[in-house]
């Protein structure tokens, strides 16, 4: 597209025919600016949105990207919704974000390493999304930046996070109320002591209730077969199942958007974990989306790992290194898709510690 020189209308100054003119200059000048991912309704309006052509530069290159549709959006059951439409700045791929519904809606989060397109504000009886629902938001007009030739640390964290596992024995477990919090038992031994488990976490599942998985610290230990946690006792919670011991637990899990590595680019990992010293094995591991990279065993801490994969002229091929170590074999992650990585613990007995002092995690692109 040939550009115009920008001029500014003023109908007060200018005869009929230079304003016209200079319209079409002007707004010549701002489509190239406005024009581009912008977010409306469909031609015939349906559940979806529109998103227009674009283009993205990375790597000393722009690369065009066609005209995209979200996916079919459900309407919200009980009260209104605002979801948001995003873009990942390295290939320019939409996704949509579902938000929550409320009398009041609020927008959910941009996930990490996208930019706001559009929110779009749903009702109960939404059929057809029109332009009156949706709300342009794209923070840039035109070219929409990756992360080309950088290198940009996707999450880390220095608050450690400690993890004791149960006996195996301890199944079919069951809750009641302990002085207010949720006081987990079974008729197996769980094989905890007060040293050292009370302060660090146990990871709980629930099902079939209102209960969340997630971890829980333990605030005492009442008995050989009874602990009780960090939550307050509620009805409905559910069933709990509490992770025993030779079981991986995610310890972290961090998504790497579509697109942040290039074909020549690494993933870093950098981990520190610690534990009980002991002669029994705690293993630490990572994966990328159902890939187990690898797995350390320790026995005395502490562990500092850097863990590096490096894209082989591919984004869908990778060769690996632990502590600056080649390790054969290839790996073979896509990373144009959306991908979590989870670092992972597995204790061999219980009672012991594992703790994931803190991570880095670097994209090179």
């Not at 025919?17 to 581009?36: E, H």
Request: glycine share 8%; proline share 6%; net charge negative.
């Amino acid at each position: 597209m040939t550009v115009a020189t920008f001029l500014q209308t003023d109908f007060t100054t200018q005869d009929a025919t230079s304003y016209k003119a200079a319209i079409d200059g002007d707004v010549s000048v701002m489509a190239k600016l406005a024009a581009p991912f912008a977010p409306h309704a469909q031609a015939t309006p349906n559940m979806t949105v529109a998103v227009d052509v674009g283009t993205v530069f990375g790597g000393g290159v722009l690369t065009p990207v066609a005209a995209q549709s979200t996916g079919t959006v459900t309407a919200p059951v009980s009260n209104p919704r605002i979801d948001r439409i995003v873009i990942n700045p390295a290939n320019g791929a939409i996704l949509t974000v579902t938000g929550t519904e409320s009398a009041s809606p609020s927008p959910p989060a941009i996930p990490s390493g996208y930019y706001p397109l559009a929110q779009v504000l749903l009702q109960t009886t939404s059929t057809a999304i029109t332009n009156t629902m949706i709300m342009d938001e794209r923070i840039v007009g035109n070219l929409q930046p990756n992360s080309g030739n950088a290198t940009k640390i996707i999450a880390q964290s220095a608050v450690p996070l400690s993890f004791v596992a149960v006996a195996s024995t301890f199944t079919s477990a069951s809750y009641a109320s302990n002085a207010g919090n949720v006081q987990v038992s079974s008729s197996g031994a769980h094989g905890l002591t007060a040293t050292p488990t009370v302060g660090a976490s146990v990871y709980l599942s629930w099902s079939g209730g209102t209960g969340v998985s997630g971890f829980y610290k333990v605030l005492s230990v009442d008995s050989t077969t009874a602990f009780t946690i960090q939550l307050p006792y509620a009805t409905g919670l559910g069933t709990p199942t509490v992770t025993p011991v030779t079981t991986d637990v995610v310890m972290a899990s961090i998504p790497i958007p579509a697109g942040s590595l290039s074909i020549d680019g690494s993933l870093e990992c950098h981990t520190f974990f610690d534990g009980t010293a002991s002669a029994n094995s705690k293993t630490t591991s990572w994966y990328v989306g159902t890939i187990r990279i690898d797995s350390q065993p320790f026995t005395t801490g502490p562990q500092p790992y850097h863990w590096w994969l490096l894209n082989r002229g591919t984004i869908n091929g990778q060769m690996y290194s632990l502590n600056n170590t080649y390790i054969s074999g290839g790996i073979a992650v896509d990373f144009s898709q959306n991908q979590t990585l989870t670092l992972r613990a597995q204790a061999a007995v219980a009672n012991e510690l594992i703790t994931l002092e803190g991570y880095v995690i670097r994209a090179n692109y």
